[in-house]
């Protein structure tokens, strides 16, 4: 049996409480991550391969238990090649340049603007070069999302590049079937959203969310972001894009008022509950994947490289963000999807599906597809499994609304109890062996109690308003 450690933020067979997901954060800050890694779980799960979710977290002290206990070690990454990512790069690299087995690169992608200028990549390109060079030492090659990313690393002087695209677009194979199901999109259409804080803040999206939300009363924002889950779930502000109160994930839109929004920490209701609607547009390139995984129609309204050459890559209908926000009528929902061509994504999607594996090939991994039954166990699986639905807004305050929230916080407040118990007594041994030390500024109790008191208080004052 060969063993793959695969980066992921949890095994698609965790079924966890949203309050746990949250907590822990399993889906990485977005959830758009677990939909190419659990596609890569799949695709690598075969008779005699068994896939092992490592978490985000890099531990570089790990690496000899990884070397002793894998066969190989599969990183799906997205848009990696950008500034805020570079001290986790940095770890991955320290990481990998100790482990003495495969290392294979899903889909990485460099993030730049539309115009693919790589400028604002300059600073980092030492990070980049060494991850490029360790992984190159324990792989054929390197898989890139696109064009853009393909001559970013070529541009460096590395020739082992190949052009996959995103793991999460083969979640079935060969096979995608997007069709539309209706011959226009009228007002009683039902329209999937969906954006970044930073579209909706700074690109216009705010504006196209607006004008749709008011012309078709079936409209749903799907959000990806932990914060906007913790927004959804908790009424938590604490989070920066708290300041963003145009995105309808914040208590003060009216569209979390109406019950309009969700987010989900599982790919499998995310794509369910997609496959009941007409069409799927926004920003968000995963979010407008689960919706062509659900078959449904989507267009990607696209403001950076990431989502521009991935759309591009995959024939995926798309829209310059800042083309659209300048046109009030080009972001119609229903103009959208009168232009939406599926003719290339679905006609040539054989065709991208046998370079996926034949990269996958080269660098020794067996898919499900070729060498297994074709995902039809990991199916049944998950078809066994019960995961929470969406999350929804938190607009009530009835007892089934607040028995899990305060059955988790009332576990979590025990479990620091404990800790802090623990804590104070080495305290106190710790002082008469040493002599006397400053008592601690607040115990690990209180901050706590402060921590998730905050947003309690303030779901239960807006309850009574």
Same mark, same amino acid.
């Given at each position: 049996?060969?063993?793959?450690?695969?980066?992921?933020?949890?095994?698609?067979?965790?079924?966890?409480?949203?309050?746990?997901?949250?907590?822990?954060?399993?889906?990485?800050?977005?959830?758009?991550?677990?939909?190419?890694?659990?596609?890569?779980?799949?695709?690598?799960?075969?008779?005699?391969?068994?896939?092992?979710?490592?978490?985000?977290?890099?531990?570089?002290?790990?690496?000899?238990?990884?070397?002793?206990?894998?066969?190989?070690?599969?990183?799906?990454?997205?848009?990696?090649?950008?500034?805020?990512?570079?001290?986790?790069?940095?770890?991955?690299?320290?990481?990998?340049?100790?482990?003495?087995?495969?290392?294979?690169?899903?889909?990485?992608?460099?993030?730049?603007?539309?115009?693919?200028?790589?400028?604002?990549?300059?600073?980092?390109?030492?990070?980049?070069?060494?991850?490029?060079?360790?992984?190159?030492?324990?792989?054929?090659?390197?898989?890139?999302?696109?064009?853009?990313?393909?001559?970013?690393?070529?541009? #460096?002087?590395?020739?082992?590049?190949?052009?996959?695209?995103?793991?999460? #677009?083969?979640?079935?194979?060969?096979?995608?079937?997007?069709?539309?199901?209706?011959?226009?999109?009228?007002?009683?259409?039902?329209?999937?959203?969906?954006?970044?804080?930073?579209?909706?803040?700074?690109?216009?999206?705010?504006?196209?969310?607006?004008?749709?939300?008011?012309?078709?009363?079936?409209?749903?924002?799907?959000?990806?972001?932990?914060?906007?889950?913790?927004?959804?779930?908790?009424?938590?502000?604490?989070?920066?894009?708290?300041?963003?109160?145009?995105?309808?994930?914040?208590?003060?839109?009216?569209?979390?008022?109406?019950?309009?929004?969700?987010?989900?920490?599982?790919?499998?209701?995310?794509?369910?509950?997609?496959?009941?609607?007409?069409?799927?547009?926004?920003?968000?390139?995963?979010?407008?994947?689960?919706?062509?995984?659900?078959?449904?129609?989507?267009?990607?309204?696209?403001?950076?490289?990431?989502?521009?050459?991935?759309?591009?890559?995959?024939?995926?209908?798309?829209?310059?963000?800042?083309?659209?926000?300048?046109?009030?009528?080009?972001?119609?929902?229903?103009?959208?999807?009168?232009?939406?061509?599926?003719?290339?994504?679905?006609?040539?999607?054989?065709?991208?599906?046998?370079?996926?594996?034949?990269?996958?090939?080269?660098?020794?991994?067996?898919?499900?597809?070729?060498?297994?039954?074709?995902?039809?166990?990991?199916?049944?699986?998950?078809?066994?499994?019960?995961?929470?639905?969406?999350?929804?807004?938190?607009?009530?305050?009835?007892?089934?609304?607040?028995?899990?929230?305060?059955?988790?916080?009332?576990?979590?407040?025990?479990?620091?109890?404990?800790?802090?118990?623990?804590?104070?007594?080495?305290?106190?041994?710790?002082?008469?062996?040493?002599?006397?030390?400053?008592?601690?500024?607040?115990?690990?109790?209180?901050?706590?109690?402060?921590?998730?008191?905050?947003?309690?208080?303030?779901?239960?004052?807006?309850?009574?308003?």
């Amino acid at each position: 049996m060969k063993r793959i450690l695969l980066r992921s933020g949890k095994s698609p067979y965790d079924v966890l409480p949203i309050e746990e997901a949250l907590h822990r954060d399993v889906i990485a800050t977005n959830s758009g991550n677990l939909i190419f890694s659990d596609a890569a779980h799949k695709i690598l799960q075969t008779p005699d391969t068994e896939v092992v979710s490592n978490g985000i977290g890099t531990d570089v002290t790990a690496a000899a238990r990884i070397n002793e206990e894998y066969d190989a070690f599969v990183v799906p990454l997205a848009n990696a090649f950008r500034p805020s990512f570079e001290a986790r790069l940095k770890r991955l690299t320290r990481l990998i340049s100790k482990l003495r087995i495969p290392v294979v690169v899903l889909g990485v992608g460099a993030q730049t603007g539309v115009n693919y200028d790589p400028a604002r990549l300059k600073p980092m390109e030492r990070s980049v070069r060494e991850f490029c060079a360790a992984v190159l030492e324990r792989s054929s090659s390197i898989g890139v999302r696109g064009e853009f990313t393909e001559q970013y690393l070529r541009d #460096m002087g590395f020739r082992d590049v190949e052009v996959i695209g995103c793991p999460s #677009m083969f979640l079935y194979g060969a096979e995608l079937d997007v069709r539309k199901r209706v011959p226009a999109l009228t007002a009683e259409s039902r329209i999937a959203v969906n954006g970044s804080h930073s579209a909706v803040q700074k690109q216009g999206l705010d504006r196209i969310i607006g004008r749709t939300h008011a012309r078709y009363p079936h409209l749903r924002f799907i959000g990806q972001n932990l914060s906007d889950a913790r927004q959804l779930h908790w009424r938590d502000l604490s989070d920066p894009n708290s300041l963003v109160t145009a995105m309808p994930t914040h208590p003060d839109h009216p569209m979390y008022r109406e019950d309009k929004v969700r987010v989900y920490i599982d790919p499998v209701t995310w794509i369910d509950d997609l496959r009941d609607f007409d069409f799927s547009f926004g920003s968000r390139i995963h979010g407008n994947i689960a919706a062509l995984l659900a078959g449904t129609p989507a267009t990607v309204l696209c403001g950076d490289s990431r989502t521009l050459e991935l759309c591009r890559y995959f024939e995926i209908p798309h829209l310059r963000l800042d083309e659209a926000a300048k046109d009030p009528q080009a972001a119609d929902p229903a103009r959208l999807y009168e232009e939406a061509d599926l003719g290339g994504l679905v006609g040539n999607h054989r065709e991208r599906f046998d370079r996926f594996t034949g990269f996958l090939d080269k660098n020794g991994l067996r898919n499900t597809f070729t060498h297994g039954d074709g995902g039809a166990a990991f199916e049944e699986r998950m078809r066994s499994l019960s995961f929470p639905l969406g999350i929804r807004p938190w607009n009530d305050t009835d007892l089934a609304s607040l028995s899990s929230r305060f059955g988790w916080l009332h576990t979590q407040v025990g479990e620091l109890t404990q800790a802090n118990a623990k804590l104070r007594k080495e305290l106190d041994r710790s002082r008469k062996e040493q002599g006397a030390l400053p008592a601690p500024a607040a115990s690990v109790y209180r901050r706590a109690r402060r921590v998730v008191g905050r947003p309690l208080r303030r779901a239960l004052q807006s309850g009574k308003q």
